[in-house]
């Protein structure tokens, strides 16, 4: 069954209803409280309060979208199970599309992005992309880490280094068989709320159980030897403390983690190095795909924009169009 669309009128009401509840929880504490979703399962959560205890609550119809990592308000009903009635303004939100073409929330209030990568499964260079233009549209901090770098990729480090370590975004190399990187991968984590994305199979649910050694319920599996593409590990996002400040947020691992279709002109920005030049462009609504006077192009042609780069800016430019199809 689809969802049923609500319009501006019903969301405003929606939006008034939780602050109303949000005012109510700072006149009468004792009723209602803060709290922090650690996981979704259907149509229950399971939260924190602020006491670190946790609570299983059942979710309002109006907050269908809880995700991991959101902060509510919630009250108690019957013994050790509450009701989620209020949802915070969000800082940030990282959602994927859906066949129907809606956004669907993966975690909430985060403030970094772990991009993972491998030399196996082969690296999708515009899947990378995509990554880092939603932690640009998004501003989120965003980390890259090579892992198996046991296997061979010097090649790999080169582009790196060339395409994106220069540019500003921190590489992180990481090796499960010599314990390499994971020091510094564990000190980056600090004082952030992350979130590890990429492809299945890269190793994500096994480097956070490194990361999260005492935590009995982070899925692993290894990489499909006949498919070489991973299998999915883990179903739901999860919300976990780290020691040290900040925390972390499991997410499920994807085999083609894609933007929301958008513009090529919103997609431009997006690339970082795209910015000195998009003001530079001749037509207001050029595309930086075949529009004459194009800035970027240029730029391209100029060696002042990597060419790797761009090429994957069009082969995203193109999977979009075909989407509207």
């Known amino acids: 069954m689809s969802k049923r669309r609500i319009n501006k009128q019903q969301t405003a ?3 008034k209803i939780q602050q109303n509840y949000q005012e109510a929880k700072e006149n009468n504490p004792d009723s209602l409280a803060d709290g922090l979703v650690i996981t979704r399962f259907s149509r229950h959560v399971e939260i924190e309060d602020n006491q670190g205890n946790r609570i299983r609550c059942s979710i309002r119809p109006n907050l269908d979208t809880l995700v991991a990592g959101d902060r509510i308000v919630w009250q108690m009903e019957g013994v050790k199970q509450g009701v989620v009635v209020s949802l915070y303004p969000r ?8 066949s129907t073409g ?10 970094q992005l772990i991009i993972v990568i491998a030399p196996k499964p082969e690296i999708s260079w515009p899947l990378l992309d995509s990554y880092l233009i939603m932690a640009e549209i998004l501003h989120l901090h965003a980390l890259i880490v090579l892992n198996k770098t046991d296997l061979p990729c010097d090649e790999i480090r080169t582009q790196l280094i060339n395409d994106y370590q220069n540019l500003g975004y921190p590489i992180i190399m990481t090796n499960k068989k010599e ?28 480097m956070i159980s490194r990361i999260l050694p005492h935590e009995e319920d982070i899925a692993t599996n290894e990489l499909s030897e006949g498919s070489e593409l991973g299998r999915h590990t883990t179903s739901n996002s999860r919300y976990y403390h780290l020691p040290s400040g900040g925390a972390l947020i499991d997410s499920p691992g994807v085999r083609e983690f894609s933007l929301w279709d958008m513009e090529s002109s919103l997609l431009a920005q997006g690339y970082t190095e795209f910015k000195p030049f998009l003001s530079r ?33 069009i082969k995203l430019c193109t999977q979009f169009s075909k989407n509207k199809y």
């Open 281 to 313: 462009c001749k037509f207001r609504n050029c595309t930086h795909v075949d529009t004459p006077h194009c800035a970027i192009i240029a730029a391209v042609q100029n060696g002042e924009v990597s060419l790797r780069r761009y090429e994957n800016f």
């Open 102 to 111: 809606l956004k669907k929330p993966v975690a909430a209030n985060i403030t």
């Open 13 to 15: 009401r929606i939006e």
């Open 91 to 98: 800082g940030s939100i990282l959602a994927r599309p859906t």
């Open 179 to 206: 314990s390499i990187g994971f020091e510094q991968l564990k000190q980056s984590l600090n004082h952030q709320i992350n979130v590890f994305v990429g492809q299945s199979g890269v190793g994500k649910s096994s």
